[in-house]
């Protein structure tokens, strides 16, 4: 490992997150040059290497993923009542089943990311989507509260992936100063189709019945099935650079895009550093991989030099655990995570509830419908809130000589725990008031605005921090939030029962504003955490590393 003190001069880099993402030295009419972390090696098989439409083409498959999950994990909310009255089950009993979904989806992480982090990203999201198709299928032909509880089970298991994996491959391809609008475009999709396919359900159920809503998104999945099997690149590479060691010569991202031009116009490209020198200097020189085939890519197995050890693989369910109790940031970032999950699944829990009832009476086309506010105010807050996130870390940087922290992103929460707890007022409060619907609508649209935002700068600090470890960060990190989720769709609907709709909301919009504004505590001694968390991580990163099977 490098002694980055002896290196840099300076400390910066003895903090893990703490990274040179300017190069201060390196003036230009634009101001300093912005320095590419991780360094990318010299392999144009590398992802951070690929032309930019190649990495696009890559993301936009883990979106296509993320979707049709989304699609098939939510398309029963707008019709609970219908599917309630056919089955005879009570809305407490979907509820309940749903919540069993979202605690499988948590910890089976534990499973699947591991297989991912070795064996590749592509094989387990091909073969995550096909079973999850299963159960969805099952759905219409099942009958009583059993056999609901057990395919809610098993879609949570096999569609696991989706909370965890997205998160990987977009660092896989983008560097650091890019993250944040793409995990914000993940978190929208993921978000957007959680309100998208309520809204079409409405309009299937009225006009042909609730199962074959189950049938449309069998349908939908079994055709994402083969598109993920046909164009899903794989995107894991092993890499012996660390993000933020080193000051010497190093890439920047003015010299990267005159690469990226020479490439496409046909050059091959090579690494240059900060100063401009041709050659490799900066790089991580790696024996280039040939290139491969189509028939080679559809391969569902990726078996590259640097993987980790079969004991290692087994061992990072265990060690996703362990880092909930050495990496107090990563906690937290659950915890933010996993408490705006809880207020989304509030909303969608009561969602059928409220504007099927009186003084509402919406039919399922209306509250389908409904989700139409969701879908809209999630689609700003996307567009916003990834590439403010980027702007200000950013500016930040600039302004503390060059040096990024990963709590700069941070003040973005502000905004998101003032609309988040605005939005639950207008949705609980004034629907136990009987206010006009459209304030129920906006407030909605409000709560996940607020929520898609503090998802996305949540994961994208998580990321910030312990960047070479967020393949099992990002698994702990579900298993806290969907147990956090979990919790509040098991009790919301007793918890309503019990002390009524507007003392509920008053508690969960209490809740939600100190649950947000706890990241000032973290833009003070964010840092501070990390560098107490700085020697496991080195030492968790060391023996991964010295373990690799080459």
């Known amino acids: 490992m490098t002694n980055s003190s002896a290196m840099n001069g300076g400390d910066h880099d003895d903090v893990p997150g703490t990274i040179l993402l300017f190069d201060t030295s390196q003036e230009d009419q634009t101001g300093a040059n912005i320095i590419l972390q991780p360094q990318p090696s010299s392999d144009p098989e590398d992802p951070l290497n690929w032309a930019r439409r190649r990495k696009k083409m890559a993301v936009s498959m883990v979106y296509l993923y993320t979707f049709a999950i989304g699609i098939c994990t939510t398309a029963q909310y707008s019709i609970l009542s219908e599917i309630a009255e056919s089955q005879h089950l009570s809305l407490y009993q979907l509820n309940t089943g749903t919540a069993m979904m979202q605690i499988m989806q948590g910890w089976a992480c534990l499973l699947w990311q591991p297989l991912a982090m070795t064996y590749g990203r592509r094989g387990v999201y091909v073969v995550s989507m096909a079973l999850s198709t299963i159960p969805v299928l099952w759905t219409p032909f099942s009958s009583g509260p059993a056999q609901w509880y057990a395919h809610r089970i098993l879609l949570g298991i096999f569609c696991s992936p989706v909370e965890s994996l997205p998160e990987v491959s977009v660092p896989d391809v983008f560097f650091a100063h890019e993250r944040g609008r793409y995990i914000a475009m993940y978190t929208f999709v993921l978000f957007g189709s959680n309100f998208l396919s309520p809204f079409l359900s409405g309009f299937i159920a009225d006009g042909a019945g609730w199962r074959v809503v189950m049938y449309w998104a069998t349908a939908i999945m079994a055709a994402t099935t083969i598109l993920l099997f046909l164009f899903t690149e794989e995107t894991i590479f092993f890499r012996q650079t660390t993000e933020g060691t080193g000051r010497g010569d190093l890439i920047t991202a003015t010299k990267r895009t005159t690469e990226d031009d020479c490439e496409a116009d046909g050059a091959t490209a090579t690494g240059h550093s900060s100063s401009g020198a041709a050659g490799t200097v900066g790089m991580e020189t790696l024996a280039h991989r040939p290139k491969k085939t189509y028939a080679q890519k559809l391969s569902?197995?990726?078996?590259?030099?640097?993987?980790?050890?079969?004991?290692?693989?087994?061992?990072?369910?265990?060690?996703?655990?362990?880092?909930?109790?050495?990496?107090?940031?990563?906690?937290?970032?659950?915890?933010?995570?996993?408490?705006?999950?809880a207020w989304y699944s509030v909303i969608n829990a009561t969602m059928s509830m409220i504007l099927s009832g009186e003084p509402y009476n919406f039919p399922a086309t209306m509250v389908g419908v409904a989700y139409l506010s969701p879908l809209l105010f999630g689609g700003v807050a996307c567009a916003l809130s990834g590439k403010l996130s980027d702007m200000l870390a950013l500016r930040l940087a600039r302004r503390n000589g060059g040096i990024r922290e990963p709590e700069h992103r941070l003040w973005g929460l502000g905004f998101s725990a003032a609309l988040t707890t605005g939005g639950l007022v207008m949705w609980g409060v004034g629907a136990s008031m009987g206010a006009h619907y459209m304030v129920l609508v906006v407030g909605i649209g409000l709560v996940t605005c607020g929520v898609v935002a503090a998802s996305a700068i949540s994961l994208s600090y998580a990321v910030d921090c312990f960047k070479e470890i967020s393949g099992e960060a990002f698994a702990c990190i579900m298993v806290v939030r969907n147990t956090i989720g979990f919790s509040f769709s098991y009790a919301i609907t007793p918890w309503i029962e019990a002390v009524g709709l507007r003392n509920c909301f008053i508690s969960v919009s209490a809740m939600s504003f100190v649950c947000t504004c706890s990241f000032l505590g973290m833009i003070f001694w964010g840092k501070a955490l990390r560098r107490m968390s700085a020697k496991k991580y080195w030492e968790f990163v060391a023996l991964e590393r010295d373990t690799a099977v080459h």
């Open 300 to 341: 569902l197995i990726s078996r590259l030099p640097g993987r980790p050890s079969r004991k290692q693989t087994f061992l990072k369910s265990w060690r996703s655990l362990q880092i909930l109790v050495f990496f107090p940031n990563i906690l937290w970032a659950a915890f933010l995570y996993g408490s705006n999950i």
